[in-house]
């Protein structure tokens, strides 16, 4: 049950984000495309790219743990991992 309603907080907070930082997330951390794949996909270097994700992965943090706030009574470290979004690749 915790699993489905982290599923269904990670998929709402992804939809909220900007469609550019959405699809390098998924990209990246769902799909596990190649990210030299996806730099020429986007039209950047490598090095720009893992500036692109880390800004993705701020902004999706920022919202997590926001939301984490009005549901628990002291907010923990978010995981910066795949595993984080394992649960949306069975849905």
């Not at 709402?12 to 390098?24: F, N």
């Not at 790219?49 to 880390?54: G, I, P, Q, S």
């Amino acid at each position: 049950m915790v699993s489905k309603q982290r599923s269904e907080q990670v998929r709402k907070i992804l939809s909220g984000l900007p469609a550019r930082d959405r699809e390098l997330l998924r990209a990246v951390l769902l799909e596990e495309n190649d990210k030299d794949m996806l730099c020429r996909e986007i039209g950047v270097d490598r090095n720009y790219l893992r500036v692109l994700l880390h800004r993705a992965k701020n902004k999706f943090k920022a919202v997590y743990d926001k939301e984490q706030l009005g549901t628990l009574p002291q907010v923990t470290g978010f995981v910066n991992s795949r595993n984080d979004f394992a649960a949306l690749r069975t849905t």
